[in-house]
């Protein structure tokens, strides 16, 4: 559990006997000013001590190991939670934005071929808070360095749409009590078809990111194992159905791996769906791990990636290739995974710096 778990009933239950504008004022202060309860000094002192002694606000987060690369512009921890699980959280920063990279469940079950989180293993869903902590954790590291956290990516450990109400509801304090822009907020999935229904009835206009990396089922299903549940011919409906009633573009995530989803041919067929959808394309340069799939995992070369990007464009696809950060601390797409050795840890965000 995570003090972000906390409604404001339970806040207020926190404060019974003080002055009712004091729920404001802790809410403002766990939200706004990203603060630990012993920071608060609108607080009397005999507040801020007796508050300090409550459990329900301790952090949930306790920091394991710290890694930064490029020059300290990304930033990825190793947390500990209450029950020994662990999860890892990637800050990343850019000239004009900042953007965390979030997990919603510790390991992930998806176990998708190219991906050491999948490898890993499944431990369990993340609370509401436990998720929304990691996103106020990367904005009070970010205020510390004089930049604002901008953007959200569910994009971290595990499958978030299998955690999809806890996921939601984060989605919702993100938006509606941190105040963050929905438009900022990305959810990914690998494709589960059931709650991109869901979140097509949903009222923030959050992004919508799909791992694809194949576009048909016979090497889709090789690596992303999900497809054989809701194959091609299930999901590219329900993204209509996502489209036609949110108006919203969806983005296709693609890991370019050397002679298996990089010829032309593959381009051809993700062209037609991605088409079809109106979707955006993200190529992203495959990034080491160790597996024993059966095949080749090597990433496309930087000649081949641009190749593939030049084909999918000339077919009329928008296409971006997606920028590595953090390799070097096994921080970029597909590597989190939580190997790092374990070390004496404390809690965050007290002493984080």
């Known amino acids: 559990m995570s003090r972000y778990d906390l409604e404001d009933s339970d806040l207020a239950e926190l404060l019974v006997g003080e002055p009712s504008?004091?729920?404001?004022?802790?809410?403002d202060g766990l939200y706004q000013k990203f603060s630990e309860v012993d920071e608060l000094s609108v607080f009397p002192?005999?507040?801020?001590e007796r508050l300090s002694l409550r459990t329900e606000l301790d952090s949930a987060?306790?920091?394991?190991?710290?890694?930064?690369?490029?020059?300290?512009?990304?930033?990825?921890?190793?947390?500990?939670?209450?029950?020994?699980?662990?999860?890892?959280?990637?800050?990343?920063?850019y000239r004009d934005y900042s953007t965390v990279c979030i997990s919603s469940q510790?390991?992930?079950?998806?176990?998708?071929?190219f991906c050491a989180t999948g490898h890993g293993g499944y431990t369990r869903q993340l609370t509401t808070g436990e998720i929304v902590e990691q996103v106020v954790f990367a904005?009070?590291?970010?205020?510390?360095?004089?930049?604002?956290?901008?953007?959200?990516?569910?994009?971290?450990?595990?499958?978030?749409?299998?955690?999809?109400?806890?996921?939601?509801?984060?989605?919702?304090?993100?938006?509606?009590?941190?105040?963050?822009?929905?438009?900022?907020?990305?959810?990914?999935?690998?494709?589960?078809?059931p709650q991109i229904l869901l979140l097509a009835d949903k009222p923030f206009q959050v992004n919508l990111a799909v791992s694809l990396h194949a576009a048909n089922n016979e090497l889709r299903t090789s690596l992303v194992p999900i497809n054989r549940r809701y194959p091609?011919?299930?999901?590219?409906?329900?993204?209509?159905?996502?489209?036609?009633?949110?108006?919203?573009?969806i983005s296709f995530e693609w890991a370019l791996i050397a002679g298996?989803?990089?010829?032309?041919?593959?381009?051809?067929?993700?062209?037609?769906?991605?088409?079809?959808?109106?979707?955006?394309?993200?190529?992203?340069?495959?990034?080491?791990?160790?597996?024993?799939?059966p095949f080749s995992m090597e990433g496309s070369s930087p000649e081949r990636v641009e190749e593939f990007a030049d084909e999918l464009r000339e077919l009329g696809v928008n296409t971006t290739?997606?920028?590595?950060?953090?390799?070097?601390?096994?921080?970029?797409?597909?590597?989190?995974?939580?190997?790092?050795?374990?070390?004496?840890g404390r809690r965050a965000p007290k002493g984080s710096k």
């Not at 002192?45 to 801020?48: E, G």
């Not at 510790?106 to 071929?113: P, R, Y």
């Not at 970010?142 to 990516?153: A, I, K, N, T």
């Not at 299930?234 to 573009?249: M, N, S």
């Open 21 to 27: 504008y004091r729920l404001k004022q802790l809410h």
């Open 45 to 48: 002192r005999a507040l801020r």
């Open 61 to 93: 987060l306790e920091i394991v190991t710290e890694l930064s690369a490029d020059d300290g512009k990304t930033v990825k921890w190793l947390f500990r939670l209450h029950d020994s699980s662990e999860i890892e959280t990637v800050l990343m920063h």
């Open 106 to 113: 510790a390991g992930c079950a998806m176990a998708c071929t």
């Open 139 to 193: 904005a009070r590291r970010s205020r510390e360095s004089g930049r604002r956290l901008d953007h959200v990516v569910f994009m971290g450990m595990g499958e978030p749409f299998a955690n999809f109400d806890r996921v939601w509801r984060a989605v919702e304090r993100i938006v509606n009590d941190l105040g963050l822009a929905s438009r900022h907020v990305t959810l990914s999935t690998v494709g589960l078809v």
């Open 232 to 249: 091609l011919e299930v999901l590219v409906p329900a993204l209509e159905h996502y489209f036609a009633r949110t108006h919203r573009r």
């Open 260 to 293: 298996v989803n990089d010829s032309s041919p593959d381009a051809i067929e993700l062209a037609s769906i991605a088409r079809q959808l109106r979707a955006h394309v993200n190529l992203i340069p495959l990034n080491p791990i160790q597996t024993d799939a």
């Open 321 to 344: 290739v997606r920028r590595t950060r953090g390799r070097s601390i096994d921080a970029a797409c597909g590597q989190l995974a939580a190997r790092t050795p374990i070390q004496i």
